[in-house]
């Protein structure tokens, strides 16, 4: 049987992906009890994600936009996969930018622990530049990384700061490398988000970076979401899974990006 949160994500996603659902049918697609379904929406009606109704529940606003912490186990082994290659891609005493999301989160994880990049002097081997809460956390105690954290406005859903005062900063920096999670992909519509605020910051990120990576699984390419970071055009490098069909893959490398499937 999937864990809690991987059946609360899971459900989630449905609803995003359907505006409702019912109890029986969701036991079915998730081979689980009707019981453990309403379990399991009740919790997630008492946080305030999704609305209870009559045999099932309704999205609501927040439902649309997936909590960080419910994200983390959708698809892992390929997450896992695109983060390691896509740290192995960075040189020391290179300068990056991680925006917000499970893979760019675990971008920072395997860069942290790369021993290459670990440096037995005073002076930091690298320098991560980010807008997100939660990969500063992990990175602040690392004494062999220069952490630089934008300012903005917190959005707990994804614990990114945006605003404003995040790009302020940004327009005073260069970056050699940035790493971008996105929500969706495509050649005609490039990369984009959800949330228009997350939209404009990893924006920013893009213009200062030198080199763009795009991070994504293969379940977000030929996808597109409401607001634009960038045309896929400025985008250097897409790292994906092998399970990116070449119909997915290939509009980008007409346009010049480097696909790398892992």
């Known amino acids: 049987m999937a864990s809690v949160q991987a059946r609360w994500s899971a459900l989630l996603e449905m609803l995003t992906r359907d505006g409702r659902i019912e109890v029986d049918a969701a036991a079915t697609e998730l081979a689980v009890s009707t019981a453990t379904i309403r379990r399991d929406l009740d919790e997630l009606a008492r946080q305030n994600m999704v609305t209870r109704t009559h ?3 309704a999205i609501n606003a927040i439902a649309y936009d997936l909590p960080l912490r419910y994200k983390a186990a959708r698809n892992a082994p390929e997450k896992g996969r695109i983060a390691q ?13 991680l925006n917000g999301g499970t893979t760019t989160t675990e971008i920072a994880r395997a860069l942290s622990a790369r021993a290459d990049l670990t440096s037995n002097g005073a002076e930091a081997s690298f320098t991560i530049v980010t807008n997100a809460l939660n990969i500063a956390n992990e990175l602040v105690v ?15 859903a994804s614990y990114e700061l945006v605003g404003p005062l995040a790009t302020e900063l940004l327009a005073e920096i260069t970056l050699d490398q940035v790493f971008l999670g996105v929500d969706a992909i495509d050649v005609a519509h490039g990369a984009t988000a959800r949330h228009e605020g997350e939209a404009s910051i990893n924006r920013a990120l893009a213009q200062r970076a030198q080199q763009v990576v795009v991070v994504a ?4 390419l030929g996808q597109r979401a409401f607001a634009r970071i960038c045309p896929a055009r400025d985008v250097d490098v897409l790292v994906t899974d092998k399970g990116a069909a070449a119909e997915l893959t290939e509009p980008f490398s007409a346009v010049g990006v480097d696909v790398i499937r892992v």
Do not use: E
Not at 142 to 156: D, E, F
Not at 217 to 220: A, E, G, Q, Y
């Open 142 to 156: 690392r004494r062999h990384v220069k952490l630089v954290v934008t300012g903005g406005v917190a959005r707990p």
């Open 85 to 97: 290659t896509a740290a192995g891609l960075v040189k020391a005493g290179a300068v990056v930018g």
């Open 217 to 220: 699984d293969s379940t977000k």
């Open 55 to 57: 045999g099932g529940a």
